[in-house]
C-alpha cells in the first residue's frame, strides 16, 4: 500500500495540472472548487447505464449523456470536464458513470482526462457493470470465485453497506427468477484482492463454497473512489430497484438535485354501488356491456359491513389508508329496494373517518359519446349529420354535483376538487372514441374540478382538461367483476388463452401483451399461484420505481373471497421485509399526488431546457430555478436554508420541494459533509481473466419484467 500512495502521489501532481487545478503546494491559496450538482453518464447502449440513467431521470436528478456509439459525440477532454468560472476551478459533474470500469481502448486520452478529473476533484465512478479482476479490486471469478447466473440468489447488504449507502434496506436483495427458461441475471462473485482498499457492501454467497462474493463494493485506490458492481440488470428488475437509491447516494455523497421516494395508494371504485359479477359460462358480465342485451341474468356484487371491518382492520394493520371512490345511487337505490334500509352505506358513513372519499359521479353513468349498446363491442351512437351523439355538458354537471352533495351532506371527507369518472368516461377511448367528449372540460369547470382520474393503460401522460389536470391510475388485473378467486381465474383464462385452448383469443391478436398464458390456469389454484406473485410483482415494480400514481381495484374485490387483500399484503408485507422503517411507503390522496407530478413535469422541463443550475462550494449548495418552477433536492439530515431545516426526512436523508423565486436559493449542509452517505437512526424491526482495459464484460441482457401490457381494467 506504501508504494501504491507513493506512485499515486508523484503522478498527481502531473494530472492535476493538465485539467488546470493547481497542485497541492499551491491550493491554500485558491478558492475552493465549485462542483456542479450534475452526473456525467458514458453509455455504450447496454442496460445497466440506462438503468442508471433512468433513475436520474426519474428523480429529477440532472445528467449529460455521452453515446460512446454516436459518431458525433463530444470528447471526454480536460474542457469538457472542468473549467474556470469567476476565477474558481469548476468540476462539471459531481459523479460520473461509464459502463464498465474503462470503456475506452488502451491508452484512451479520454479515459486519462477521466482519472485526473477524478483525482483532482475528488469525483467518484460508478463502473455500472464490471467483471471481477484485479483492475478493480477483486480476485478473477475464476478458480474461487463464480461467473453465471444468479437466478433467484438472495444476496446481503453488508454492515459497511447498512452503515453507508444502501442503509435504508433491512438487510436483503432478492434476484428475481421469474421464469425456468430464461436467464434473467448474470453476475460474478469474487472476494477482494489481498492488500486492495475494497470494501463490499452487497455480497452473496460463492456457489460451492461458504465465502461471500461482491456483488456491489467500493474500490479506492490511486487517490480515485469506484463502486464496482459486477452484476448484469435492467431498470425493471426488482434486485436493481432496490440498490438504485443507494448508487446515486453513493456517487453523491447524498448530495444531489431530485428526490425518491417510495409510493403507493390504492382507490377502490363503485363504493355504494353493486358490480355485475362475470359468468363463468357465457364468458360475459349480464348486465354490462360486454354481454348482448337480455343475455343472462345480473347478478351484483355488493360489499357488506363486515367488509368494512376487515377494510379498517387491514388499513390499521399496514398503516394505510384506502381512497374510496363512490356512487351514491347505489345507497339510494339499495334503500328504495329494501324498505329504506342500507346497513352498508350506515356502516360506511358511520366510520367515514377511517378513509379518504372521491367523488365518482352519482350513477357511474358512462360520460362520453352516448353509447350504443345494442352490439358487442358498443359503438358511439350518431347524429343524422354522422357527427358523434355527445352526452350534454348539463348531464355530466348532473352526475358530479349530485353526487359531491351527497357525499357532502353525508358527512364524508371530500377534497371536493376530486373526480374519477365511471370508466374514466368522457376522456377518449380507443377505438370507439379516439377524443374527450368535448362538453367534459366546460362541466368539470362548472362543478370546480381541479383533479381528474385517467387510466394509465390508456391515457398515461398527465394532461389539462379544461380546468382539470389528469391522475393517471394504474388498473390492477383483479377485475371489477369478480367477488370469488374462482370467478377471476376463468375470466383471466378468457382473456389471456388462445381460442383453441378455449379463450377469447384477444391476447394471441395482441402479441405485444406480455401477460398471455402457455395455457389455462387452474381454477382451483391459479389465482394464489399465478396471478397473486404476478400482480404482486407488479405493482410492487411501481412502488420501487419513485412513481406515484395511484393503482385501482373495485368493491367487488374487497368483498365475499375479498381477493385483493392477498395482492396488496404482497406488495406491503414484501415491502416492510426489505426497507427499514425510516423508508415507509408513502400513502398520499389523489390531489396531493397530482400535484407531485405536475411539479415534476415543470422541475424536469425545466432542467431540459437548461434553465436550472446548481452547485456546491464547500459546505453550501447554491440551485437556482425559473421563478415559476419549485426546486426538489435531497440533502444530509441537518441541511438548512436561512436557518430553518429543509425537506422532510426519508430513507436517512432529507428531501422535498421549495419555492425559490427569481433568487438563488442556497442550502448549508452540516459540517464537513464530505464521507461516504451513511443513514440515520436506527434500523428497524468467460474470457474475463486478465481481460486488458477497455474490455467490457460479457453482456448478458437480462429479461427481467419488462412493464407488462395491462389489459385495459373494465370499469
Known amino acids: ?102 470503456p475506452f481502448p488502451t491508452g484512451s486520452a479520454e479515459m486519462a482526462a477521466l482519472v485526473a478529473y477524478e483525482q483532482a476533484y475528488s469525483i467518484p465512478q460508478v463502473d455500472a457493470y464490471t467483471y471481477a479482476r484485479p483492475q478493480v479490486g477483486l480476485n ?28 435504508y434496506l433491512e438487510g436483503t436483495v432478492p434476484f428475481e427468477d421469474n421464469s425456468p427458461t430464461v436467464g434473467e441475471s448474470y453476475a460474478y462473485l469474487s472476494t477482494p484482492v489481498t492488500g486492495a482498499d475494497f470494501t463490499p457492501y452487497v455480497q452473496a454467497t460463492i456457489p460451492g463454497s461458504t465465502a461471500k462474493g461482491s456483488l456491489v463494493g467500493e474500490y479506492r485506490h490511486d487517490g480515485r473512489q469506484e463502486l464496482v458492481v459486477t452484476f448484469v440488470y435492467n431498470r425493471y428488475q426488482q434486485q436493481y430497484r432496490l440498490l438504485a437509491r443507494g448508487i446515486v447516494e453513493w456517487m453523491t455523497g447524498g448530495v444531489h438535485l431530485g428526490a425518491d421516494r417510495n409510493y403507493f395508494a390504492v382507490h377502490v371504485d363503485d363504493v355504494f354501488a353493486a358490480d355485475d359479477r362475470w359468468d363463468t359460462v357465457l364468458n360475459c358480465t349480464p348486465g354490462d356491456v360486454d354481454c348482448q342485451p337480455g343475455t343472462g341474468t345480473p347478478d351484483p356484487i355488493r360489499m357488506v359491513p363486515a367488509d368494512v371491518d376487515h377494510a379498517i382492520g387491514w388499513q390499521n394493520s399496514h398503516d394505510f389508508t384506502f381512497d374510496l371512490a363512490y356512487n351514491a345511487s347505489g345507497s339510494a337505490d339499495h334503500r328504495e329496494d329494501n ?10 358513513i358511520a366510520d367515514s373517518g377511517q378513509f379518504r372519499w372521491i367523488n365518482h359521479t352519482y350513477t357511474h353513468a358512462f360520460l362520453g359519446c352516448v353509447q350504443d349498446t345494442s352490439v358487442v363491442p358498443w359503438t358511439c351512437e350518431t347524429n343524422p349529420d354522422g357527427s358523434t351523439r355527445w352526452v350534454s355538458r348539463n348531464d355530466i354537471v348532473d352526475e358530479i354535483a349530485t353526487n359531491e352533495a351527497w357525499g357532502v351532506a353525508a358527512g364524508l371527507p371530500l377534497s371536493q376538487g376530486e373526480l374519477v369518472t365511471g370508466e374514466h368516461s368522457g376522456l ?115 412502488v420501487l420505481s419513485n412513481d406515484p400514481k395511484p393503482h385501482f381495484i373495485h368493491q367487488a374485490n374487497l368483498s365475499e373471497d375479498r381477493i385483493a387483500y392477498p395482492v396488496l399484503d ?143 381494467a373494465k370499469r
Open 570 to 712: 404482497g406488495v406491503l408485507d414484501g415491502y416492510d421485509d426489505l426497507f427499514t422503517a425510516d423508508t415507509p411507503v408513502v400513502n398520499l390522496r389523489m390531489k396531493d399526488i397530482g400535484t407531485e407530478m405536475q411539479r415534476r413535469s415543470a422541475w424536469r422541463a425545466a432542467v431540459e431546457a437548461g434553465q436550472v443550475t446548481a452547485y456546491r462550494i464547500g459546505d453550501s449548495v447554491t440551485v437556482q430555478a425559473p421563478e415559476d418552477v419549485a426546486i426538489t433536492a435531497t440533502m444530509p439530515a441537518g441541511t438548512e436554508h436561512d436557518g430553518t431545516g429543509f425537506g422532510t426526512s426519508y430513507a436517512g436523508r432529507v428531501s422535498g420541494w421549495a419555492e425559490a423565486g427569481s433568487l438563488p436559493y442556497t442550502l448549508d449542509l452540516p459540517t464537513s459533509t464530505n464521507a461516504p452517505v451513511t443513514t440515520d437512526g436506527p434500523h428497524r424491526t468467460p474470457a474475463v481473466n486478465g481481460a486488458p482495459a477497455g474490455t467490457a464484460p460479457r453482456t448478458k441482457v437480462p429479461s427481467g419484467v419488462m412493464a407488462p401490457v395491462p389489459h385495459s
Open 339 to 348: 324498505g329504506g334500509q342500507d346497513l352498508l352505506a350506515d356502516k360506511l
Open 140 to 167: 478473477a471469478a475464476v478458480g474461487a470465485g463464480y461467473a453465471g447466473s444468479v437466478d433467484g440468489v438472495s444476496a446481503e447488504v453488508t454492515q459497511a453497506g447498512k452503515a453507508g449507502p444502501f442503509g
Open 428 to 542: 377518449k377511448v380507443t377505438p370507439q372514441q379516439p377524443v374527450d367528449n368535448p362538453n367534459l372540460a366546460p362541466a368539470l369547470a362548472d362543478t370546480g374540478i381541479q383533479w381528474l382520474g385517467s387510466d394509465n393503460s390508456r391515457d398515461p401522460v398527465q394532461r389539462q382538461v379544461g380546468p382539470a389536470t389528469t391522475i393517471s391510475r394504474y388498473p390492477m388485473n383483479i377485475f371489477y367483476n369478480a367477488g370469488r378467486a374462482t370467478e377471476q381465474v376463468d375470466e383471466y383464462n378468457w382473456l389471456y388463452t388462445s381460442r383453441a385452448q378455449g379463450g377469447s383469443g384477444i391476447c394471441e391478436d395482441n402479441p405485444a401483451t406480455t401477460t398471455c398464458l402457455a395455457a389455462p390456469l387452474d381454477v382451483a389454484t391459479g389465482y394464489t399461484d399465478y396471478i397473486v406473485p404476478l400482480e404482486t410483482r407488479i405493482a410492487l415494480g411501481h
Open 1 to 102: 500500500m506504501k508504494r501504491t500512495i507513493r506512485t499515486t502521489a508523484l503522478v498527481l501532481g502531473t494530472l492535476m495540472a493538465t485539467i488546470g487545478l493547481p497542485v497541492a503546494t499551491a491550493q491554500a491559496d485558491e478558492p475552493a472548487p465549485r462542483v456542479d450538482l450534475r452526473v456525467l453518464v458514458v453509455s455504450d447502449g447496454g442496460p445497466s447505464t440506462d438503468a442508471i440513467a433512468a433513475e436520474l431521470e426519474d428523480a429529477g436528478t440532472p445528467y449529460t449523456e455521452v453515446d460512446l456509439n454516436d459518431s458525433g459525440r463530444a470528447e471526454i477532454d480536460a474542457g469538457f470536464l472542468a473549467d474556470t468560472v469567476d476565477g474558481r476551478p469548476r468540476a462539471k459533474y459531481q459523479a460520473v458513470v461509464l459502463p464498465n470500469d474503462n
